[in-house]
């Protein structure tokens, strides 16, 4: 086996380099893009420390086909317009964070799946955030998580301001949603107060609906 893999690295040297960067492809696609998608998240988290912004709220964005960042960036302030401070800082700050991999066929998951599946898992475990956006896909997920069911789950891609903004198909459907609260939650509590505008974003994006 030892002698198999250094002759096939000596013949890869061998190579021309256009046919080398193709080897490498072919080997290391899976890995490439796992690190590549691992630096993108380390980066956003830096930024996010970097800045130190004190989010009155923040809602995770996870769909199996990612959306375009000015779509994320019209989501987030359309959220904003119809938010409150919170942390009582003087200003309203919204951050809406999008994460993607493409979980629609069941049980063929990569790296990138298993990554991002990972950070959806810690974040459900920590019960730190109220309210996500999701794709059908992982609207399943969230509900596998609350057996006796999510608290709110608003279909906003029918609303159409967001379906012509972000140029939605009629079989692509985004959904808010908001989680059932904590346990051992107390008033006056930063994170009741998170949960409590959640809430009254999922009845801004209901009473739309109804229009």
């Excluded at 198999?4 to 193709?22: G, N, S, T, W, Y």
């Excluded at 942390?87 to 063929?108: E, L």
């Excluded at 959904?175 to 009845?203: C, I, N, R, T």
Aim: with cysteine.
């Amino acid at each position: 086996m030892d002698k198999d893999r250094a002759e096939a690295k000596k013949m890869a040297k061998e190579l021309p380099f256009k046919e080398k960067v193709k080897h490498f492809w072919e080997y290391y696609k899976n890995h490439t893009l796992l690190v590549l998608f691992l630096a993108v998240m380390l980066i956003i988290t830096a930024v996010q420390c970097a800045q130190q912004i004190d989010y009155d709220l923040e809602i995770s964005l996870y769909t199996s086909k990612g959306l375009l960042q000015e779509n994320v960036d019209f989501l987030e302030q359309t959220i904003k317009e119809q938010s409150y401070d919170i942390n009582d800082n003087g200003v309203v700050d919204i951050g809406v964070f999008q994460y993607f991999a493409d979980i629609s066929t069941p049980d063929v998951y990569d790296e990138k799946v298993e990554a991002v599946l990972s950070k959806l898992q810690a974040e459900l475990s920590s019960n730190r955030w109220p309210a996500y956006i999701v794709d059908e896909y992982y609207k399943e997920i969230l509900l596998k998580a609350f057996p006796d069911g999510v608290k709110t789950s608003v279909e906003i891609s029918q609303i159409p301001e967001i379906k012509e903004e972000l140029k939605l198909g009629d079989d692509e459907k985004l959904y808010f949603v908001v989680l059932p609260e904590y346990e051992g939650k107390e008033d006056g509590d930063e994170l009741v107060k998170k949960y409590g505008l959640a809430e009254k974003l999922a009845e801004y994006f209901e009473n739309l609906l109804k229009k």
